[in-house]
């Protein structure tokens, strides 16, 4: 059973920075697909990042390109996102999320995580 736990949000200040992490555990990720969503206040879940666990291939919502960054440290089975120059429009509970898909990962992925709350202020 695969299990993802995020940690790191919280409350910033707009134009900072915040790092979430995501633990995986529970199977051999070696072959996932990892990715990161969002879902603010009264709107949809959104595609935030993904990246594949062994090729390093990656992808961004539009939302966040050019300023979010997702990377993966395969000794922690741990993926992060590094969220820069932040927007009041960036708060929402972010979701970390697992597929064995390419195409799933960014849409209808298989595995999520709880979620953790950002908050930015303007």
């Known amino acids: 059973q695969v299990q993802l736990v995020e940690s790191g949000g919280g409350l910033a200040q707009a134009g900072g920075s915040l790092r979430l992490s995501c633990a995986a555990s529970g199977r051999t990720f070696s072959n996932y697909f990892m990715g990161w969503f969002r879902q603010a206040p009264g709107k949809e879940r959104e595609f935030a990042a993904a990246i594949s666990w062994g090729g390093g291939i990656t992808n961004y919502g539009d939302s966040v390109k050019g300023r979010f960054t997702i990377s993966k440290d395969n000794a922690k089975n741990t993926v992060y996102l590094q969220m820069n120059d932040l927007k009041p429009e960036d708060t929402a509970v972010y979701y970390c999320?697992?597929?064995?898909?390419?195409?799933?990962?960014?849409?209808?992925?298989?595995?999520w995580g709880q979620g953790t709350r950002v908050t930015v202020s303007s």
């Open positions: 999320a697992a597929d064995n898909t390419r195409a799933k990962v960014s849409t209808t992925p298989a595995h």
